[in-house]
């Protein structure tokens, strides 16, 4: 499938999470068929003015292919000068967050606000396409809460605006991440407008993501806590036909390219979490593999709870 010149490798995409999609992740992700990657939210303002804690939210590698960025603003003039800045060129679409339910995104007007103010969002998404070639998506949710579902008038803004995709999660903003994603919802949207429609919430296969394509006639699907610590989920494997202990430490490889290694590990150990959650007698290790500071230590007891 392809979103405007862009040709996916498959319609199984990974869904932004902040915090947990990093270039690591998005790097195994991919090896292992991941359609798109997507980089967690960066601030476009903070891409402009910040430097490099934001920038270096940007890093990638080149496996990583075909990937998508995400930016959150509710300023079109700022979206025009970050991609005329040239720092997001080494991505293939450029996706905003109209998503976010974070407090202190929402305060600021940005995220799921934007649900709310249809015309700055249009704005906010004319911006982007017109100051680039690259095709632009936007992720949203599905309304601010239970009283103003807008999914199927907000796509066709979306749409448009010159969006090329859209990536629907089927939650309220008040709703966070409780109860469950309401995929008659996206199944409305999918059919209300002409460009590629990616369902979202609570897909933790993707044999369970081939289903909600065909009942709910969407594009694709984007799959976001049910790849934490699986990112074989996209190759349809399970964790005893794959090689953890070599994953993870291809992941904390990766990690190591860019960071310090304090950073790594203090950053790896919610990853190490989400590696270790389904494996039995696990428990005893848990403990003393999140809280070691030291990679060859905790790679000596990776292999020790895999191998049991
Ligand atoms: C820890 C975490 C961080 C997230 N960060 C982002 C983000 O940066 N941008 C975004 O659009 N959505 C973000 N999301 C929402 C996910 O992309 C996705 O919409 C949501 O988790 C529902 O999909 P799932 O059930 O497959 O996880 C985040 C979700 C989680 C759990």
Not at 19 to 41: A, I, N, P, Q, Y
Not at 57 to 86: A, D, T, Y
Not at 173 to 192: C, M, P, Q, R, T
Not at 200 to 218: C, H, Y
Request: with cysteine.
């Amino acid at each position: 499938m392809k979103i405007k010149n862009v040709e996916l490798k498959s319609p199984f995409i990974l869904a932004p999470m902040a915090g947990f999609t990093d270039c690591g992740f998005r790097s195994l992700c991919s090896s292992f068929g991941c359609g798109l990657t997507v980089t967690e939210m960066v601030s476009a303002r903070g891409l402009l003015y910040k430097g490099d804690g934001s920038k270096a939210l940007l890093n990638h590698e080149e496996n990583e292919s075909p990937r998508s960025v995400q930016i959150f603003s509710n300023e079109p003039q700022v979206c025009e000068e970050v991609i005329s800045s040239g720092v997001l060129n080494d991505f293939d679409i450029i996706d905003i967050n109209m998503g976010c339910p974070m407090p202190k995104i929402v305060k600021e007007g940005m995220g799921s606000a934007l649900l709310k103010n249809m015309d700055l969002a249009g704005a906010v998404i004319s911006s982007c396409v017109k100051s680039s070639s690259k095709p632009v998506t936007v992720k949203f949710r599905i309304g601010y809460d239970k009283n103003s579902i807008i999914a199927t008038d907000f796509a066709k803004m979306c749409e448009q605006s010159g969006a090329s995709a859209i990536c629907v999660h089927g939650r309220t903003k008040s709703e966070l991440y409780s109860g469950s994603s309401n995929w008659d919802i996206i199944g409305d949207v999918a059919h209300s407008v002409s460009i590629p429609v990616f369902g979202n919430g609570d897909v933790l296969s993707i044999s369970e993501a081939r289903e909600k394509m065909k009942i709910f006639g969407t594009s694709g699907v984007a799959i976001g806590r049910g790849a934490l610590g699986r990112p074989w989920i996209f190759a349809e494997k399970t964790q005893s036909e794959v090689d953890v202990p070599k994953i993870i430490k291809k992941h904390f490889e990766i990690f190591l390219k860019y960071y310090s290694e304090k950073f790594v590990v203090l950053n790896m150990r919610k990853h190490l979490a989400c590696y270790i959650k389904d494996i039995k007698g696990a428990k005893i290790y848990r403990q003393k593999i999140v809280t070691s500071q030291n990679i060859d230590e905790i790679y000596g007891l990776i292999d020790e709870v895999f191998s049991k």
